[in-house]
């Protein structure tokens, strides 16, 4: 069996810049009818940030999309290679954790707000929004919700822990390429 020791760890970081109002959803939402709360997802002090789960899964797409290697389900939600041994994989791990070769290369930071001395509720904005019947596609009678967002412009810190386990790992590469 190979044998894989850490060689060491290479930081990538940078910033995510929103180039339109989102919503970041965290808990799992139920969908309420013209209510007031759709909250973004803040920490237990109130500061808002992308969880780095959520930006580690969309990383992992776009790269797949890229390849078209992507598959979907029924429904339509992109599945994750599951190979455990292609190049995708070697870097966010394969979907399923029994079919794990080699240690996860990566970690995604969560991305936090950046203040600039204001306070994180000035980055909120409310905006209504038709309810989707997410099976068919159409727009929901009389469904408005009111959707909390980040404003357009906001910044979000971006950070990348890269291990290396191996002499030579041209994984790294890849990556660096590639994001
Ligand atoms: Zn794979």
């Known amino acids: ?3 894989i020791t850490l060689k060491g760890k290479v930081i990538i970081n940078g910033v995510i810049k929103l180039e339109s109002g989102i919503h970041i959803g965290g808990v ?3 969908l309420k009818i013209g209510g007031t709360d759709n909250p973004v997802i803040k920490d237990k002090n109130d500061n808002i940030f992308i969880p780095g789960s959520s930006l580690k899964g969309k990383i992992r797409s776009l790269l797949e999309k890229k390849d078209g290697k992507i598959s979907y ?3 339509g939600n992109a599945l994750p290679c599951n190979c455990g041994k292609c190049e995708i994989c070697k870097i966010f791990g394969p979907h399923d954790s029994k079919n794990i070769q080699e240690p996860v290369r990566i970690i995604v930071r969560d991305a ?4 600039n001395g204001k306070k994180p509720y000035e980055y909120l904005e409310i905006k209504p929004e038709n309810t989707i019947d997410r099976v068919k596609g ?3 009678k009389g469904g408005i919700r009111n959707i909390e967002r980040v404003v357009a412009g906001s910044k979000f810190k971006f950070e990348v822990v890269f291990n290396i386990y191996k002499d030579g790992d041209k994984v790294l590469d890849t990556f660096q390429k590639r994001i």
Do not use: A, H, I
């Open 1 to 3: 069996m190979e044998e």
């Open 138 to 140: 159409t727009t929901v």
């Open 28 to 30: 799992k939402e139920t």
């Open 112 to 115: 936090y707000l950046e203040l």
């Open 73 to 75: 389900d029924k429904r």
